[in-house]
């Protein structure tokens, strides 16, 4: 084969993860740059296609390269633009035509979607997924997005955007700022940002005494994390609390999709039991009585740079 | 063609509407019976099926009839069963292997799907969806309920039960029983039932003068939208309470699967602009903005009997 390779590329909020991977779905190579230090798509393209060049480099070059898949937040399938993508410096209220600018630099076709729906690309083919037909994959991270996939194929909707489902609402009325405009949206309590925020507010209201109080300023969900695990008990309300909201929202996509499970993706997603229980508890007590008991929520089985490599590859083949 | 017909059955909470339709769509003839007089479900199977045998026979009798098709609450594709159906005298918590009963008395092929998914069905072939591949149809009637197209399939879902929309979160706290067994459901708020129960709720509440007073014993759907149409200023705030609930949900649902427009369908979709105006001001307001003033809502473009009737059959062909 004369091009064995195709590069898969996973844009985060602030990392951007890069892959050469090979049929069987071996990645092979693997970098990563900043997302978050321009504010200019074609300074940040300039960074990306140098990064892409030098990793095809250390396998034969561009010439051994058949294709790109990138997933990327608001990623459209169909277009190939980045559209409105609120956690991207660069993104903001644009149509970015991506996969054109990617593709004239680098000479080699680009096919781009949504990060989550390249992530249930990845862990259908190669993960928790495996033989699913009807699943739905949500991808909690910096925000919380999601991948649907409903008879063995990712639904994209009438216009290439669908499966936002950070985006519904998780509380209808003084909900939470979200960064993509709306209030209340499940992706402003669920999403790491989100879970620092809940932490923070409550640490605010309250003097119960927590281990989180000495690393106030700078809280992260990790810490929240690390003191629930320590047995700090306002941390591990605060994730009884990101889980409830969730499996609330999750018992709503089930009658949407009737998934036979939800595959757990992204940093908050290792928290483990820690989330998973509260979840289960919350989407099962919501859901109509056909579906209680019966819907698995699991984790993600790929190392989270490797399923989104490998699933934005996969578009590329 | 030795069998050149099919039979549709629409079976409603309070009606079962029977017709037998041609290959080319016509509905030839046409009947009904009571749903909701028999509280075991072999009596008003012994009922539907005399209905459908009398009809056939006004074309040539059952030997004319290729097979039947079935819209029912709570209806499984896959198994042909119908499913703990809380609206249906006869459903209740019982899985009942409805399409084989019927099968077994009239010696003909029955093939069974919820009653919306059967109207989507019948929209996308003779409707208002005709040639759209992505369109969510919403049946506003004694419950609420759904039937989603995404590539121009219908959406079963892993168990066969996908597309129970009017059972999502329009309320998620001390939100109003539902007849589900959940609370806060949009069924119990943009139902004909629900709307007679705002309407009731709040002639309770307050002293304002309102036609509907006359009537509050027996207080249907149908006063409420009459009264509104008479300028009746508690009627006409209960219809854009109603339409600002359901645009919030569809905001929602535009989240899952992006759909080129929302097609409202059932009794209560013939209140027209009363009712579209505040759904889409509502479903605008709480899109995020890649959405915003894009997604079309319409409404059916088939008489209600004939396009579940029509949906149902063409599922038998």
Chains 1, 2 share one sequence.
Not at 144 to 164: K, L, P, Q, W
Not at 211 to 222: D, I, P, Q
Request: aromatic share 8%; hydrophobic share 40%.
């Amino acid at each position: 084969m004369d091009k064995p390779y195709v590069v898969g590329i996973d844009i985060g909020g602030q990392t951007s993860k890069i892959g050469v991977v090979d049929a069987r779905g071996t990645v092979l190579r693997q970098s990563s740059i900043r997302s978050d230090t321009r504010k200019d798509v074609n300074l940040y393209i300039n960074d990306l296609c140098e990064a892409v060049i030098k990793l095809a480099n250390e396998v034969g070059g561009m010439e051994k390269v058949r294709g790109i898949g990138v997933g990327a937040p608001n990623g459209n399938y169909y277009t190939g633009t980045i559209e409105n993508a609120p956690n991207l410096t660069w993104g903001g209220e644009n149509v970015i035509p991506f996969a054109k600018l990617v593709s004239d630099k680098l000479g080699v076709r680009v096919v781009l979607t949504n990060d989550a729906n390249a992530a249930a690309v990845g862990e259908m083919t190669y993960g928790a997924a495996r033989g699913m037909r009807n699943f739905i994959l949500i991808t909690l991270g910096t925000g919380v997005g999601s991948g649907i996939v409903i008879n063995g194929e990712v639904v994209y909707g009438h216009d290439g955007f669908a499966g936002e489902l950070g985006h519904t609402a998780a509380v209808r009325y003084n909900g939470r700022q979200c960064n993509c405009g709306k209030k209340g949206c499940i992706e402003a309590y669920a999403s790491a940002i989100g879970v620092a925020r809940t932490a923070r507010e409550w640490l605010e209201m309250t003097d119960e005494p927590s281990a989180l109080r000495e690393v106030f300023e700078e809280l992260t969900s990790k810490d929240v994390y690390e003191a629930a695990v320590g047995g700090d008990a306002l941390a591990k309300r605060v994730f009884e609390y990101t889980g409830k909201k969730l499996g609330e929202s999750f018992s709503d996509f089930v009658a949407f999709s009737a998934p036979e499970a939800i595959v757990l993706f992204g940093g908050l997603a290792r928290s483990g039991d820690l989330l998973l229980k509260p979840v289960e508890d919350s989407m099962n007590a919501n859901l109509m009585p056909l579906w209680k008991n019966k819907i698995k929520i699991i984790f993600s089985q790929l190392k989270e740079s490797d399923a989104a490599i490998l699933g934005a590859s996969a578009l590329a083949w």
